[in-house]
């Protein structure tokens, strides 16, 4: 297990930088996060993180056709607001578990 | 001494020569796994694999009744070869897999072809085979970028981090 340190405070995180525990996260830890992943956090970027944390929150499992069924955003929108690997950065700004799903 | 260095993948180029749900999705799922994860992804359909990205043929893909030792009966008995001979028994094993895909949330093979190309994903669909079976551009799906040569897929295969998969 390692630590990083977000907004000042001490963050438990597992080896991939993901955190232990979903509910010390901040809006503003996001941003500080988002900024070492290299992106600039926008009212919609923060929409579709409270989307996945709801969710997450919820039990449910997260897949990129979800989002793009949420009415947040569509697949495309989403791929763009996170480039590369989409559900993972999202999920790493979010604060929540890497997802375990195959699609 | 021996060299551990990894490169990793970046790029895939993935084949899908038949046109069966297992083989399909098994296509549909790497292709869209590789975009998810930020990794490129161009799928070549060819042969009876372009049933795939046929307009009126996509979403009415079956899995073979016949020759499969591992089809099972619901309950994991052995499924009887004579059995999946009569009519009507492949369209219900094959409507039972699709139920049970989507309770998944595996969609529909439009739709995920759809979230390929989303995620940046390019389709393809093989000149010869289209050719062979009097395939044309109108009659595959909105997803599909161009109908290429094996050279030209092959042209798309280069660089470090590539690999070609035949599934």
């Given at each position: 297990?390692?630590?990083?340190n977000?907004?000042?405070?001490?963050v438990?995180?597992?080896?991939?930088?993901?955190f232990?525990d979903s509910?010390v996260?901040?809006k503003?830890?996001?941003?500080?996060i988002?900024k070492?992943?290299?992106?600039e956090?926008?009212?919609?970027?923060?929409e579709v993180?409270?989307?996945?944390?709801?969710?997450?929150?919820?039990?449910?499992?997260?897949t990129?056709?979800?989002?793009?069924?949420?009415?947040?955003i569509d697949?495309?929108?989403?791929?763009?607001?996170?480039?590369?690997a989409?559900m993972k950065?999202?999920?790493?700004?979010?604060?929540?578990?890497?997802?375990?799903?195959?699609? | 001494?021996?060299?551990?260095?990894?490169?990793?993948?970046k790029k895939v180029?993935?084949?899908?020569?038949?046109?069966?749900?297992e083989?399909?999705?098994?296509?549909?799922?790497?292709?869209?796994?590789?975009?998810?994860?930020g990794?490129?992804?161009?799928?070549?359909?060819?042969?009876?694999?372009?049933?795939?990205i046929?307009k009126?043929?996509?979403n009415?893909?079956?899995?073979?009744?016949?020759?499969?030792?591992a089809?099972?009966?619901?309950g994991?008995?052995?499924?009887?070869?004579?059995?999946?001979?009569l009519?009507?028994?492949?369209l219900g094993?094959?409507?039972?897999?699709?139920?049970?895909?989507?309770?998944?949330?595996?969609?529909p093979?439009?739709?995920?072809?759809?979230?390929?190309?989303?995620?940046?994903?390019?389709i393809y669909?093989?000149?010869l085979?289209?050719?062979?079976?009097?395939?044309k551009?109108?009659?595959?799906?909105?997803?599909?970028?161009?109908i290429?040569?094996?050279g030209?897929f092959?042209?798309?295969?280069?660089?470090?981090?590539?690999?070609?998969?035949?599934?």
């Open positions: 297990m390692a630590q990083k977000y907004t000042g405070i001490s438990e995180v597992n080896e991939e930088g993901y232990l509910t996260w901040t503003e830890m996001a941003v500080e988002a070492e992943l290299e992106l956090l926008t009212d919609l970027h923060f993180l409270n989307y996945l944390r709801t969710r997450f929150n919820a039990g449910e499992a997260l990129i056709r979800g989002v793009g069924k949420s009415g947040v697949i495309k929108g989403f791929y763009g607001l996170f480039p590369g989409p950065k999202a999920a790493k700004i979010a604060g929540i578990p890497k997802p375990a799903s195959c699609i | 001494m021996e060299n551990k260095e990894e490169f990793p993948l180029c993935i084949i899908c020569a038949k046109g069966t749900i083989d399909v999705y098994a296509t549909l799922v790497m292709a869209n796994g590789a975009v998810m994860e990794i490129e992804a161009k799928v070549f359909f060819t042969f009876f694999g372009l049933d795939a046929t009126n043929r996509m009415k893909i079956h899995t073979g009744t016949i020759g499969n030792p089809m099972r009966m619901p994991g008995l052995p499924f009887p070869s004579l059995l999946g001979i009519p009507g028994v492949e094993v094959s409507a039972m897999m699709k139920s049970q895909m989507a309770k998944l949330d595996i969609p093979v439009d739709e995920f072809l759809e979230m390929i190309v989303a995620g940046g994903g390019e669909a093989c000149k085979a289209a050719d062979m079976f009097k395939l551009k109108e009659d595959f799906c909105e997803h599909v970028s161009a290429i040569t094996v030209d092959y042209a798309m295969a280069g660089g470090q981090g590539t690999q070609i998969i035949f599934t």
